[in-house]
């Protein structure tokens, strides 16, 4: 009997022991620097695809921007079949009419090229490709599931983080909300972040989408289940944002802020990815699906009040986010007022 009960406290210090333990995952390869976008061939060849799905926002395949991803193809005798993804955030709909299109044209990958909408539709699409029995309502992250189409991310925008997390998000056009999953399945291969496809960018959208990205920092940093890797990404990340994004928002040529912002952007996905976000994100989806809200535009107008909120348990961290935001020694009241 003794020995019983024994048995039965060490199970249960191991359970609680287990709930204290944290995770860090990194995406296996980002690419970053001017012209990354040329080793688009040689990393699908590497990962034995002949026939690219290339996923990509509407416009710029209207501005001709994928030219020099067709050219990284062609010299590595990798096919192409172009989807130009419908603008807005991805529903349901579109990912299934995409997933049809790449089976008829035999397609062995996929490339998303664009913002987070085109990438988070692009991840739905090469793991649904591949578990044709599976829907994304029904998917947890404990799911398990057949290995999806190798993915290749190309970021056009700073902001998301998309290309380096386990995340999807994607509209049920029938309930008009927002469907959420985390599976190891979404992170892409490979993340190529090149400055010179997020030129074109408007400020509005550059300032926007640079508010996510800061989002995510902020939340990452201040979660409950931040850890030392996730900390230096995340106050990484908002420092290069605090410097970076007033010279990406008004001088938009500026290519060495533009790759700044694409690096915090990876960094503070990376963070959030392990540590998880808050209570801003809880709550920007629900505005954002039910009024067409831009998901950065939802998340700048949540973040100083939830700031406030959480400020008496979170003063040390929010005088660390201050600093590094500002560059310049800050309390708590100044980090949310510098937000």
Known sequence: MQAELQTALFQAFDTLNLQRVKTFSVPPVTLCGLGALGACGQEAQARGVSHLFVMVDSFLHQAGMTAPLARSLAMKGVAMTVW????????????????????????DGVVAFGGGSVLDAAKAVALLVTNPDQTLSAMTEHSTLRPRLPLIAVPTTAGTGSETTNVTVIIDAVSGRKQVLAHASLMPDVAILDAAVTEGVPPNVTAMTGIDALTHAIEAYSALNATPFTDSLAI????????????????GHDLAARENMLLASCMAGMAFSSAGLGLCHAMAHQPGAALHIPHGQANAMLLPTVMGFNRMVCRERFSQI???LTNKKSDDRDAIAAV
């Open 84 to 107: 130009p993804c419908p603008p807005g955030e991805p529903c349901i709909t579109d990912v299934c009419a995409a997933v049809a299109q790449l089976r008829e044209a035999a397609c």
């Open 322 to 324: 201050g600093r590094a």
């Open 236 to 251: 990484g990340a908002i420092a290069m944002i605090g410097k970076s994004l007033p010279k990406a928002v008004g001088y």
